[in-house]
C-alpha cells in the first residue's frame, strides 16, 4: 500500500525548538494524535463533524452521506497516517533536525507538553491545510486510494475531487470542536 508522504509548506508548518516543544514532546504529540485520529470511534466522530458541513457544500442530488461514510475512512487513515501522513511525527515536527522521528510505537499520553505549546502546534497546522488543500488532495489521490475502495476509479477520482475540498476546509476550521480537548485529555497537557 502506498503511503501518503503530504509536504505540503511542511517546513514552514512544523514545530521549531523555539516554539518550547522538545523533540519528544512533538513526537509523543504527534503519535498520539495518529493514534487517537485513526480509531474506529474517531473517524466516526469526524464524519459527524464533516457529514452536514460538508452536504450543503454538494450538489443536491449527490449522495452525499453515504459516500462521504465510504470514503472518509481511506481518507482518515491517510492524513493521519502515523509514518507519513500530515499529523505524523515526520511532517508536524519537522524542522527539529536533531529529532530522530519514531513511527507510532505507544499508545497513551503524552503528560508533560505545556497546553499553550500543544494548541498552538496543532491550531498551526490545521490553519496551514487551507493553503496546502490541492496538494494534499493531490497526494491522497497519488496513494492509489480509489483503487482500494472501487473498481471505478475514474468515479472514485472524481468524487474524492468534489468531497475533499469542503472535508480540508471543515478540518482547517475546527479547531474549537477538539484541539482544547484534545490536548487536555489524551495528551494530557500541563497548564
Not at 489521490?141 to 468515479?155: K, M, P, Q
Request: a negative charge; proline letters at 5%; one cysteine or more.
Amino acid at each position: 500500500a502506498s503511503v501518503l508522504i503530504i509536504s505540503a509548506t511542511v517546513s514552514a508548518s512544523a514545530i521549531s525548538t523555539n516554539d518550547g516543544l522538545t523533540c519528544k514532546q512533538c513526537t509523543d504529540l504527534a503519535n498520539t494524535l495518529c493514534s487517537m485520529a485513526t480509531t474506529d470511534q474517531a473517524i466516526k466522530a469526524q464524519y459527524n463533524l464533516l457529514k452536514e458541513y460538508m452536504c450543503e457544500a454538494l450538489p443536491e442530488d449527490f449522495p452525499c452521506e453515504q459516500e462521504l461514510y465510504n470514503y472518509w475512512h481511506a481518507v482518515a487513515i491517510q492524513i493521519f497516517n502515523p509514518e507519513n501522513g500530515y499529523w505524523s511525527a515526520n511532517q508536524l515536527c519537522d524542522d527539529l533536525n536533531e529529532c530522530p522521528k519514531k513511527s507510532l510505537d505507544f499508545l497513551g499520553t503524552s503528560a508533560g507538553i505545556p497546553c499553550n505549546l500543544c494548541t498552538q502546534a496543532i491550531g498551526y497546522h490545521l490553519i496551514l491545510i487551507d493553503g496546502s488543500k490541492d496538494k494534499i488532495i493531490a497526494e491522497i489521490e497519488s496513494t492509489g486510494i480509489c483503487s482500494f475502495l472501487t473498481t471505478d476509479v475514474e468515479d472514485c477520482l472524481a468524487n474524492l475531487e468534489m468531497m475533499l475540498p469542503p472535508a480540508l476546509n471543515r478540518l482547517a476550521n475546527s479547531f474549537d470542536l477538539w484541539v482544547p480537548f484534545f490536548c487536555q485529555y489524551p495528551v494530557g497537557c500541563t497548564e
